[in-house]
């Protein structure tokens, strides 16, 4: 994602591991067309879309989880006593029980002081993501409008393991992010970095 002012350019990175949190790297565009590493945050795991919001304040990340088959194994796993190998039996769970999609808001500034803090090549700006799932959405009563509004399909279905962001988008003090598979939109306040509703998208309703 380039800034719309041109002095920025993020790139988000997923991990080899598909259970492991990605990052976004942060550049400052210099004017003869060189890059300036300016630094890099957490997200969430598998970051599939980066943006920057309207006012170039938040980056933003649409974060798409673990493989949903990958963590059904690990849970298995877990169950049945088995280890995987040499990553030993704390990675499984650690895999089986953050699987779910996120977003990730940067704050920009805080990575823009968390950079001037260094005297020689800028670091990790561990303080500067607030990185929110779905885990609200498990709420029984919250679980019921999705099951009427056909969102999710099985009333024991939980949103923080469905919902998988694909694409992310800004317009104001929103984001709208699209969730994989599912007729449906997530809205995200960008100023309380938390959701706020699902938008339904089937026609018939």
């Not at 591991?17 to 990605?22: L, M, P, S």
């Not at 963590?71 to 779910?100: F, I, M, N, T």
């Amino acid at each position: 994602a380039l800034s719309e002012d041109g002095t920025m350019l993020a790139v988000a990175l997923c991990h080899m591991d598909a259970g492991e949190q990605g990052r976004a790297v942060i550049f400052q565009c210099r004017d003869d067309g060189s890059l300036e590493y300016l630094s890099m945050v957490a997200t969430g795991i598998s970051p599939e879309m980066i943006v920057f919001d309207e006012r170039e304040s938040l980056l933003l990340t649409a974060d798409r989880g673990g493989d949903p088959a990958a963590d059904r194994v690990s849970a298995d796993s877990e169950d049945s006593g088995e280890k995987s190998g040499e990553k030993g039996d704390g990675a499984v769970r650690d895999l089986s029980g953050r699987g779910g999609g996120s977003v990730t808001a940067v704050d920009i500034t805080a990575v823009r002081q968390a950079s001037l803090s260094q005297d020689d090549l800028p670091g990790f700006s561990s303080g500067a993501a607030v990185i929110t799932d779905f885990s609200a959405f498990d709420d029984p009563e919250i679980r019921s409008r999705l099951l009427q509004a056909r969102i999710i399909g099985e009333k024991d279905e939980k949103p923080s393991e469905k919902f998988r962001p694909e694409c992310i988008t800004v317009s104001g003090g929103q984001a709208y992010v699209t969730l994989k598979g599912i007729d449906a939109m997530a809205l995200f306040d960008l100023g309380e970095k938390r959701f706020t509703g699902i938008l339904p998208m089937d026609p018939e309703l």
